[in-house]
């Protein structure tokens, strides 16, 4: 079965810091994988997916993943970290043939100025 | 730009009561889904919907759960009697081909049961 596991529930950097959110997935088959932002009271937001090809994924708003087959991981990134940026962050799989997506707990980014 | 809506934003309901929650995709989309976030938890998969029926559904999805497409643009998830737990957040997603693509996600509707 498919599952995601995000390490860190909060994390806080200061204002001009690396972000870097961790995401492991388990799966059997190849997967596709994704991160979604969620600002206050608005909906899930698509930040960038990996399909297939590149491993190293750019997304809106200066941010990128690198799928890591060998460490089942994609890790999501961006150098330097603007107050606009707090907000919680999703990464999801989907697998095989299916629809759904299988999200992880979630991690709240907090930036400080 | 389009995007998924969803209302209401919030309703609170007696435990027993029915509920439903109304969504509309955007308008080209052919895949609905339901998707549910208990607070604290995480979100989580409740049914997919291509063609007029359902084409996945979790096991969280049982018979107290029902979605229907009553029209061209309306995408309804009813609860027929509701339980206090399931009070969460419950977002409406659609996409263009299903698959690997993008799921645009609505809002939520903050569900509460008393």
Redesign the interface.
Known sequence: AQSVTQLGSHVSVSEGALVLLRCNYSSSVPP?L?W?VQYP??????LL?Y?TGATLVKGINGFEAEFKKSETSFHLTKPSAHMSDAAEY?C?V?TG??????????TRLAVHP | EPEVTQTPSHQVTQMGQEVILRCVPISNHLYFYWYRQILGQKVEFLVSFYNNEISEKSEIFDDQFSVERPDGSNFTLKIRSTKLEDSAMYFCASSSQGGMNEQFFGPGTRLTVL
């Open positions: 596709y994704f979604y009271n608005q909906g899930l937001q698509l997916k399909t999703f999801a989907i043939g299916y629809n759904k997506l299988i999200f992880g707990a979630g």
